[in-house]
C-alpha cells in the first residue's frame, strides 16, 4: 500500500494520518488504544502528533488488519511474536513498491 504523505516531516497530525489511509481519524484513534507500539506525542492543545516511525507502525497494522484479514488480537499477538521479521519483511516489500512506482513513470514518460 502506497500513501501519501509528505516526506520529511517531522510530525503528522491525524486528519493527514487518516486522509492519507483513507479511514476516519476515529479508527486511528481506536488503533492507537488497540496497540501500544503507536505513541503520538500530543501538544498542549491534546492534538497528536504522529511520527515517521508511527506511520510505519500504521502501515503495517493497516496491512495485517485491512490487507490481510487479521483480527486485532491476531495482529497483536503477530506483531509481538515477529515484530523484527514482520518489520524487515514490511519495509523489503514498501520499497519495492515504491521502484514499481518510479519504474511505471519512467514508463509512462517513455
Do not use: C
Request: hydrophobic letters at 35%; a positive charge; zero cysteines.
Amino acid at each position: 500500500m502506497h500513501i501519501d504523505l509528505p516526506e520529511n516531516k517531522l510530525y503528522y497530525s491525524i486528519g493527514e494520518i487518516a486522509k492519507a489511509f483513507d479511514v476516519n481519524t476515529s479508527l486511528i484513534r481506536f488503533w492507537e488504544k488497540e496497540f501500544d507500539i503507536l505513541k503520538p506525542k500530543k501538544n498542549a492543545k491534546g492534538n497528536r502528533k504522529f511520527t515517521p516511525e508511527d506511520v510505519k507502525n500504521l502501515q503495517l497494522i493497516f496491512h495485517l488488519v485491512k490487507e490481510r484479514g487479521f483480527t486485532l488480537e491476531g495482529a497483536k499477538i503477530h506483531l509481538k511474536e515477529n515484530q523484527k521479521k514482520t518489520l524487515d519483511t514490511f519495509e523489503i516489500i514498501r520499497k519495492l513498491e515504491h521502484v514499481k512506482t518510479q519504474l511505471l513513470q519512467i514508463k509512462n514518460q517513455l
